[in-house]
Structure formats: structure tokens, C-alpha cells
Nanobody, 121 residues
């Protein structure tokens, strides 16, 4: 199993920056991809950024050029650097890990509890 704990959320003014962290514990060696998702009130959860084990990234159009996803394998930590924040970025942000489960090679998603990001106008 994998446990994920997000941190780093908070209140920031528009144009400011935050860095979210996601600390992973458990059997992290088999994680093949990570991602950050967010969900605003009344909205569906959406993918913000993804990072594969091979280093390939993918970003939502709304955050391209502003957000950066990265990973520190030694610390078992995933990061989301958020710059030039906008009020529209206000949401609960969730960390995700996709893992291959032996012996069948089954893929499974793990989720953190979420961290609130609020961007004021």
C-alpha cells in the first residue's frame, strides 16, 4: 500500500506562489506515475499536472507555464510549484499515485486527503 499526505496549501494573493508537497510512504518503488488533481466547489475533480516514472509531464491548459510538477525520489516526495496564482486556482488539491500491484501487474490509484489552496483577488 501507499499512503500520501499533502501539505503546503494556504491562502495567497493573486500573483503569488505556493509549493505543495506530497509525502509518500509504503511500497513506493512500484509507482509508475504521479499527479496533482484539484476540485473546486461545484466542480468536477480535474487533472492539474501529471508526471510519469520516465519523467514525462502533462499539464492542464489552464496551468501551463505557471505550475511545475516534480519529484524527489530520495525523499519520496512529490511537489507542485504554483506561480502566478489566480483566483480560479482556488480548490482542494489532491496528490495521486498510480502503482503496479504484483504479482498480476494490476494498476491501482492512491490518493491523499487533499490540501486547500485559496487565492484572493
Amino acid at each position: 500500500q501507499v499512503q500520501l499526505v499533502e501539505s503546503g496549501g494556504g491562502l495567497v494573493q493573486a500573483g503569488g506562489s505556493l509549493r505543495l508537497s506530497c509525502a509518500a510512504s509504503g511500497s513506493t518503488f512500484s509507482i509508475i506515475a504521479n499527479g496533482w488533481y484539484r476540485q473546486a466547489p461545484g466542480k468536477q475533480r480535474e487533472l492539474v499536472a501529471a508526471l510519469t516514472s520516465g519523467g514525462i509531464t502533462n499539464y492542464a491548459d489552464s496551468v501551463k507555464g505557471r505550475f511545475t510538477i516534480s519529484r524527489d525520489n530520495a525523499k519520496n516526495t512529490l511537489y507542485l510549484q504554483m506561480n502566478s496564482l489566480k483566483p480560479e486556482d482556488t480548490a482542494v488539491y489532491y496528490c495521486n499515485a498510480n502503482k503496479v500491484i504484483p504479482p498480476l501487474g494490476t494498476m491501482y490509484d492512491y490518493w491523499g486527503q487533499g490540501t486547500q489552496v485559496t487565492v484572493s483577488s
